[in-house]
């Protein structure tokens, strides 16, 4: 009896087991962890079916396991809107009408925020959107280090600083993550030119590598658990980094522990051995390179497709090297497709615009304001606004960033829609000025704008100055665009001046009208002989779709500025490290063969404020700096300890609205290293905050830092290292600007 009954129990529980895993296999089981259903669905494949799945069947796609039920992986650009839809296999535009976006402002511009909550914002606002057009990856964002202002991708990275790059990135992929859509962080690593991409090879110290370079992509990884990171063009050490035994097998996957995918940029893989062996996971975009130019649909013909296949089969290489890319890829598809807690997508909401515009009024910022210019007061006044950026959509160009947004808002736009202009008794009238770029097209995507001009430049620098003449304000919206040789990928810019003869149109201004205000449209600095001759200059970056609303509010007083520029605005390309070192160090030399540039990065861990402070330069405007419609005054910096063991601090300082309007300012805290073994900065930013005020209030703000704001990259042990001693921590809103400042030793 007993017997019997332990039988049944038995039977039943085999029943029960069996027929469930004959329901839910491990992998689609989500309540499994997921690497058992890594595991599972890898046991499950073929071996064709793991080629296919690290290669891509399209422009922006890969397969999925159509057999196992696993979809195909849908990727885009990246990174500042859901880029629009192409064709399969060619880079025109598929034709849909539902995939116009929201476009956000340029990375540059979220980084001039300080505001890691709002990068929070954009990164879930921009995983909706993706989540809406099917995408399972975005290809963004970009944390390559703003080397020099002629970096023609600037516009898409967050500037020139390690410590503010991390802090910004870590809530953009948390954000995105949070929809199930994973982040790709690019270009990993060194992908400082644009000019020659692909044959760049980047020679630097172990230490600016550590310090500088990294720390962005560290912080994606270690911190925000990013899931993908997209192998950049140009090589280090020899080798292209989408295969790269020393970036990729070894910091990011070894010493950082990436347990992600490693995606090549579009058309940057080039050797199959190396791409087996040194860490790239998938495979995109290899149609131009090399194999059959211009071959359509050679997906075959990848180096990670049929080569990689035959060669398994001849046993050149094991199934190991195949099975970690494949697990990885695994990874990816249970962390995005399957699954199933995905919120919802939504496209272009309400919400995402007014993140588009928080963002953009949180990161203009107002280099300079004499005479408190602005905000404009407009009633009963003439106001002439003056340029093609006044007019000229920026969301087409540019490179893989452009998009299709359902709109946007040029300046001039946003200043004639402005409700404070509107109640005014006010009048504004527009003069060209300059013509710059008047094509408006991107891969079959239009801006429908006719801006041809056939008037020479003296007769439209005439036309505004007689115009400007008799206005009350003018407002020139001037800078760079997104064509060629500007703020663009595929090419650095030639020089730093501004283009158009528009130093001329602005001189002539000025020269005319006392209240003229320059609003820069760029997100790189420009050099601006004319400087001292206008009154107030504003950075209005490249905002997307809401530019007009944003830029009018803040000339307009209706948003106070309270953006901090990410990176040092040089007076010329003179004051820059990276060009204080003749052509090996910018742009490179060409080795013989003309295969391969070196370029040498001198200056080493001296890049933006670092150099300048070290060479005791005055740039135009600091790293840092940012005005406001009010003042503050930032002081009594203080720690409650004046000795740490373990490096952890914790610092107080107080910051005080010492104006008559509610602002924010941006406290920041540097570290210097009194004395070390080893030359440190002057001061390294290694916390900061932005704190709102109304006028008259005190706020108490509290800044940590650990043992890291304290070391340097050890070349010697490979690691970091903080040296016993003494230290001062300065504060204040701008590296130029640290009113107080407090010792302390690290025993
Ligand atoms: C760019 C990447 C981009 C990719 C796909 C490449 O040319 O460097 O940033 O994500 O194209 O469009």
Redesign the pocket.
């Known amino acids: 009896m007993k017997y019997k009954a332990t039988l049944l129990i038995f039977s039943f529980f085999h029943f029960f087991v069996s027929s469930s895993s004959a329901q839910t296999p491990v992998y689609l089981d989500a309540s499994k962890d997921i690497e058992a259903r890594v595991e599972d669905a890898l046991s499950r494949m073929t071996l064709s079916e793991k080629i296919d799945v690290i290669h891509a069947q399209s422009k922006f796609s890969s397969p999925g396991v159509k057999r196992l039920g696993l979809p195909d992986f849908w990727t885009d650009?990246?990174p500042h809107g859901v880029r629009p839809d192409v064709l399969w296999d060619e880079w025109e535009q598929a034709g849909q009408t539902n995939d116009s976006c929201v476009a956000f402002p340029a990375l540059t511009c979220l980084a001039a925020s300080w505001h890691p909550q709002l990068s929070s914002m954009y990164g879930r606002a921009l995983g909706e959107e993706a989540l809406y057009r099917g995408k399972g990856m975005i290809?963004g964002p970009g944390v390559n280090i703003y080397r020099t202002p002629l970096g023609g991708r600037n516009f898409e990275y967050m500037g020139e600083d390690p410590y503010l790059t991390s802090r910004m990135v870590v809530p953009y992929v948390q954000g995105l993550q949070s929809c199930g859509v994973a982040s790709c962080v690019?270009?990993y690593c060194l992908n400082n030119d644009e000019e020659y991409r692909h044959q760049v090879n980047v020679i630097i110290s172990d230490r600016a590598l550590h310090e500088i370079y990294l720390p962005g992509f560290e912080a994606a990884v270690k911190e925000a658990g990013a899931w993908g990171i997209?192998g950049a063009?140009n090589l280090y050490k020899d080798e292209h980094n989408c295969h790269n035994q020393y970036t990729l097998s070894k910091i990011l996957k070894h010493d950082w522990g990436f347990d992600g995918v490693v995606v090549s940029?579009?058309g940057g893989t080039h050797d199959l051995d190396q791409a087996v062996k040194n860490g790239l996971d998938m495979e995109f975009?290899t149609w131009t390179d090399g194999l059959t130019m211009g071959a359509t649909n050679a997906y075959d013909m990848y180096f990670l497709s049929k080569g990689y296949q035959k060669a398994i089969l001849e046993g050149k290489y094991t199934i190991k090297e195949l099975d970690e890319k494949v697990r990885r890829v695994l990874r990816l598809f249970f962390r995005t497709t399957m699954n199933k807690q995905r919120p919802y997508g939504f496209l272009c909401s309400e919400e995402h615009y007014e993140t588009a515009r928080l963002v953009a009024g949180e990161g203009i910022v107002l280099l300079k304001n004499d005479r408190n210019v602005l905000p404009i007061q407009p009633e009963g006044k003439k106001i002439l606004v003056v340029g093609e950026n006044a007019i000229k959509m920026m969301t087409v160009g540019g490179?893989?960033s452009s998009l299709k947004a359902q709109h946007e808002i040029s300046p001039l736009e946003g200043l004639m829609n402005n409700q404070i202009v509107k109640l005014s008794n006010c009048q504004i009238e527009y003069a060209r000025g300059y013509v710059g770029d008047v094509s408006g097209n991107y891969n079959g995507v239009t801006t429908g704008q006719d801006l041809k001009d056939d008037r020479s430049p003296e007769e439209l620098i005439n036309e505004a100055v007689e115009k400007a003449k008799t206005a009350d304000y003018v407002v020139i919206f001037g800078g760079l665009n997104k064509s060629d040789y500007q703020d663009c990928?595929g090419h650095d810019r030639k020089t730093m001046d501004l283009p158009y003869g528009q130093d001329k149109l602005i001189s002539a201004l000025a020269a005319v009208n006392k209240q003229t205000i320059y609003v820069n449209i760029s997100g790189n600095a420009v050099s601006m002989p004319w400087r001292k001759q206008v009154p107030a200059i504003v950075q209005g970056w490249f905002l997307g779709s809401e530019a007009g609303i944003a830029l009018a509010d803040v000339l307009l007083g209706k948003t106070n500025p309270s953006g901090h520029l990410p990176f040092t605005w040089y007076e010329s390309l003179s004051q820059v490290g990276a060009h204080s070192f003749g052509e090996a160090a910018f742009p490179g030399i060409w080795r013989e063969g003309k295969k391969i540039i070196d370029e040498e990065y001198k200056e080493g861990i001296y890049v933006g404020y670092r150099w300048t402070d070290l060479k005791k330069l005055k740039p135009a405007f600091a790293f840092g700096h940012g005005l406001s419609y009010t003042t503050f005054k930032v002081s009594n910096l203080r720690s409650a300890f004046d000795e740490t063991t373990d490096g952890n601090m914790t610092f107080k300082v107080d910051v005080t609205n010492t104006g008559d309007r509610p602002g924010a300012d941006v406290v920041q805290l540097y570290i210097s290293d009194v004395k070390c073994s080893v030359d440190r900065p002057v001061k390294e930013l290694k916390a900061f905050q932005k704190v709102t005020l109304k006028p008259g209030e005190t706020k108490t703000v509290t800044l940590s830092t650990d043992k890291r704001a304290l070391s340097y990259w050890d070349e010697a042990t490979g690691n970091w290292k903080a040296e016993p001693g003494e230290f001062i921590a300065w504060a204040g809103d701008s590296s130029d600007r640290l009113a107080c400042k407090v010792k302390f030793t690290l025993k």
């Open positions: 650009d990246g290809l690019k270009h997209m063009y940029d579009w975009g490179g893989s990928e």
